[in-house]
């Protein structure tokens, strides 16, 4: 029962240094999901991909780029990382319909330095 | 004005307590609505969808008013393990228009 598996958990960048996260979801979801949280602004979406080889842009993509890799998996880049991405990550997955079912991953800790 | 809105907390209540969370919601087009439940440092999971004529589940009662655009959680005969921030979602149609308030924090205590 993986549901969705997001890595690293724990991550320490310096300012400049490039990175990815990894997301990956076993239950033949079509759409996936980044959120970056942070205190007292709830979850906002970075990036979403309604299927396979789509992607699109969410409330607060700057500096970020995303792959949809297969149906599987949904990778975050930072390309760039600055001390405003400090942040906690979180991949979900949706199934089909108007559902608001999200899974969520457990989370990846970003601290940028 | 942030298109979801919740009172952060901390609500703090003894074991045993009725509370109530509001959240405001500022599209009038909204089409579902729902109340998630994160703690400490894990993941939300899905609580409760809030239907339009109410819905109960156990010690939880969802409320939706669209006239007044908001939704209600309340929590009967609250447990230890209640504590946890609850946060107040609504779908607007499409896969972007998921939104979250910031969440409100509830700590249950002996």
């Known amino acids: 029962n993986a549901g969705v598996t997001q890595t690293p958990k724990f991550q320490v960048l310096k300012t400049g240094q490039s990175m990815t996260l990894q997301c990956a979801q076993d239950m033949n979801h079509n759409s996936m999901y980044w959120y970056r949280q942070d205190p007292g602004m709830g979850l906002r979406l970075i990036y979403y991909s309604a299927s396979e080889g789509t992607t699109d842009k969410g409330e607060v993509p700057n500096g970020y780029n995303v792959s949809r890799l297969n149906k599987r998996e949904f990778s975050l880049r930072l390309e760039s990382a600055a001390p405003s991405q400090t942040s906690v990550y979180f991949c979900?997955?949706?199934?089909?319909?108007?559902?608001?079912?999200?899974?969520f991953g457990e989370g990846s800790r970003l601290t940028v330095l | 004005r942030k298109e979801v809105e919740q009172d952060p907390g901390p609500f703090n209540v003894p074991e045993g307590a009725t509370v109530a969370f509001n959240c405001t919601y500022s599209?009038?087009?909204?089409?579902?609505f729902f109340w998630y439940r994160q703690d400490c440092r894990k993941e939300p999971k899905l609580l409760m969808s809030?239907?339009?004529s109410g819905n109960e589940d156990g010690r939880f009662t969802a409320q939706l008013n669209r006239a007044s655009q908001y939704i209600s959680l309340l929590i009967r005969d609250s447990k230890l393990s209640d504590s946890a921030t609850y946060l107040c979602v609504v779908f607007s149609g499409g896969y972007n228009k998921l939104i979250f308030g910031a969440g409100t924090r509830l700590a249950v205590h002996p």
């Open positions: 809030v239907y339009s």
């Open positions: 979900a997955s949706k199934g089909t319909g108007n559902t608001g079912e999200l899974f």
């Open positions: 599209n009038s087009a909204s089409q579902s």
